[in-house]
């Protein structure tokens, strides 16, 4: 599909009131901004939709205290575009969510982005019309729109999962939701609040509220491994540097296991002496990060490995926490380091030290209800001004499962992964022609950096239209071999993992009923790139074409 042959089409409505497009993009985080701008440069007629106020996806919504990002900011960052590398001036090694929120809009605002996107606008189906050969998208606005090519952008993490908790509708104090924090500053001064969650959003909220809590009651079900950030200011000095090295910095991510710069080894570890191994993660601690993780190359497929980098961490908690039997309490066990996402934290393990503070273990007082005035646990009730949720997403699925998707002969996405998440590539499903993914949940996804994977994602689809412009097609889809193909291949490196091994996000554990399996590519995002390069290289045998109907018959 060429610029010259696409140039500048307009929208336009038709006789019915539909408006007529090429591309629907769904979601404006990452991967829908760069397809925005991508689409909208090869011509084609575009439109984007929203259900957020402005673009920056989860960054949108994450306005919790502590938000940051737990990749180093260079490298969170889109490659897509030299000029904004150049224009664009990092303050941290770890952006926090106002910064990166100015960023995200700094680019929106560069390319002119937000003309192409209808914002606080839900889709709300998706429907594929066989005999036009076309997607025709409502919206609750009740517009209808007709497009060839549909892209959902719709991210991993961005449908909020309360928790299973009787009760929460009852509950008359104020009721606070991370993944959907308000826009104003919320005040912790002198109040009693409750935390229920302590993942990376968990961790980041803790941190922060014990400082200004009068006091703060942590509800704890699962502890998490959490690594010191030692996060700091960027030198201008440095800022040159990188911007000299971008084009490099981005080439080795691009050819990364995790589709980023963070450093990576291929050192097994038991190939150095225990001596050695102690040193080398008291470096990985002080340089802080999740650099751990890359001090060894077999710490997600050996379990006794990951066992002595276990063992490290919780001895570093008991160098951090004073109280004996908290220490013990904020140890995770009984799953492997690393198969819960890492987290990283600025002052974690040293709020428990605070008076105001208080660690309440679910595993041995579980709680029983929530109630008009707080929660209550098995030993009692505990009255609070606030409550704060941090239970994450329903991960990897759930925006695509949130809204009506039919495709050949009706059948729904909700039909086709009604066992679990399939597709050929994270990128296409057999049985849904021209409906395209971006960090789709049967590739890297949550493996590997999103933008970079967002990136790489959207190029793919577009060199598949070029490809299809050029041959005169119309439709494409993965057969129904390719697609098997590839979840045997997921399944069968899964299988290896110890990611497995937790009962996480990762694998649908935190939302009841939902099929459990590890539907990511843990390959890693080199390996990926290569499986989906060869595709194209190959011709395209592993999926199906469509001329148009009327040039068929014609």
Known sequence: MTAEILKDRPAHASDAGVTRLDVVIVGAGFGGMYAVYKFREMGLRIQGFEAGGNVGGVWYWNRYPGARVDLPSIDYSFSFSPGIEQEWTWSEQYAAQPELLRYINFVADRLDLRRSIQFDTRVT????????????????????????????????????????????????????????WPHEPVSFEGRRVGVIGTGSTGIQIVQEVGKEAGELYVYQRTPSFTMPMRNEALEPEYVAEVKRHYAGIREAARNSAVGGVRPQSTRAFYSVTPKQRRQLLEDAWKNGGIAMLGTFSDLLVNEEANEHVAEFVRGKIDEVVEDPAIAEKLKPRGYPIFARRPCLDSSYYETYNRPNVHLIDCTTDPIVEITEKGV?????????????????????????LAFDVVGRDGRTVNDKWKDGARSHLGLMMEGFPNLFMTTGPNGPAALANIIRISEHDVDWIAAAMVHMENNGLATIEPTAKAEQDWMDLVYTLSQRSLLLKAKTWYVGANVKDKPQGLTL??????????????????????????????????
């Open 125 to 180: 189906s998706a429907v594929w019309d066989e005999e036009r050969q076309l997607w025709t998208v409502t919206t609750d606005k009740g517009d209808r729109y007709e497009a060839t090519y549909c892209i959902m952008a719709t991210g991993p993490l961005s449908v909020p999962k309360d928790p299973e908790i009787p009760g929460l509708d009852r509950y008359k104090g104020r009721l606070l939701r991370a993944a959907r």
């Open 376 to 400: 209550r646990t098995q030993s009692g009730e505990i009255e609070l001004d606030m409550l704060i949720l941090a239970t994450g997403y329903d991960g990897l699925t759930g925006a695509l």
């Open 521 to 554: 590519f843990t390959g890693g995002f080199m390996r990926y790139r290569e499986h989906a390069a060869a595709a194209i290289q190959n011709g395209y045998q592993s999926f199906a074409f469509e001329r148009a109907k009327e040039a068929v018959a014609a």
